[in-house]
């Protein structure tokens, strides 16, 4: 199996525009989760799917962050408008059929909101 | 909202030598995972522990539930061991649940 996949790995924009940050989980996971890496709050989880299914989004930091899993191979995290305080790495991950097992993780997008 | 913190924050050693990281947490929880994150940026899952002990080669993690604490060892430490380690535990439903500490810089000089 590939892993986890995500695209873009780097991602430079401007302020205002929208950011489409996507994830391919691992064949057979039944949970998503994303994640948020900063030098000054280090790693936060936005939010989690099972089964398709968001299971929780208290992570997610306003309304300008939306998550969507329309199928079990494919997750969207976008941000719109995007600004200067969203430049962080995005993680995905992956997990089997309990969400507290080991999660593996997708390389990160690097996002840089300019 | 669970309180964790690792300690050391920093530390370097030199090949051979046995490392110790901890973790301590505030509130009860569900489960603990150790994570390691390189200096490319990648993150790989070690251990999710809810209790006792468990080994992946030279790596060791333990947890005292009772103690709200646990150790990541590791036998024989080489340079390619050097990383971040970071602990995160669960404990409640919900993405709010979830808390990580702020990571150990583990360095192993040759």
């Known amino acids: 199996d590939a892993g986890v996949i995500q695209s873009p790995r780097h991602e430079v924009t401007e302020m205002g525009q929208e950011v489409t940050l996507r994830c391919k989980p691992i064949?057979?996971?039944?949970?998503l989760f994303w994640y948020r890496q900063t030098m000054m709050r280090g790693l936060e989880l936005l939010i989690y799917?099972?089964?398709?299914?968001?299971?929780?989004d208290s992570g997610m930091p306003e309304d300008r962050f939306s998550a969507k899993m329309p199928n079990a191979s494919f997750s969207t995290l976008k941000i719109q408008p995007s600004e200067p305080r969203d430049s962080a790495v995005y993680f995905c991950?992956?997990?089997?059929?309990?969400?507290?097992?080991?999660?593996?993780f997708g390389p990160g997008t690097r996002l840089l909101v300019l | 909202k669970n309180e964790v913190e690792q300690s050391p924050q920093n530390l370097t050693a030199q090949e051979g030598e046995f490392i110790t990281i901890n973790c301590s947490y505030s509130?009860?929880?569900?489960?603990l995972h150790w994570l390691q994150q390189h200096p490319g940026g990648g993150i790989v899952s070690l251990f999710m522990?809810?209790?006792g002990k468990k080994k992946h080669g030279r790596l060791i993690a333990t947890i005292n539930i009772q103690e709200k604490h646990s150790s990541l060892h590791i036998t024989a430490s080489h340079p390619r061991d050097s990383a971040v380690y970071i602990c995160?535990?669960?404990?409640?439903?919900?993405?709010?649940?979830?808390?990580f500490g702020k990571g150990t810089h583990l360095i192993i000089q040759p």
């Open positions: 995160a535990v669960w404990s409640g439903g919900g993405a709010d649940g979830l808390t």
């Open positions: 799917f099972n089964n398709n299914v968001p299971i929780d």
């Open positions: 509130v009860g929880i569900s489960a």
């Open positions: 991950a992956s997990s089997p059929a309990n969400g507290r097992e080991t999660q593996y």
């Open positions: 064949s057979g996971h039944d949970y």
């Open positions: 522990l809810s209790s």
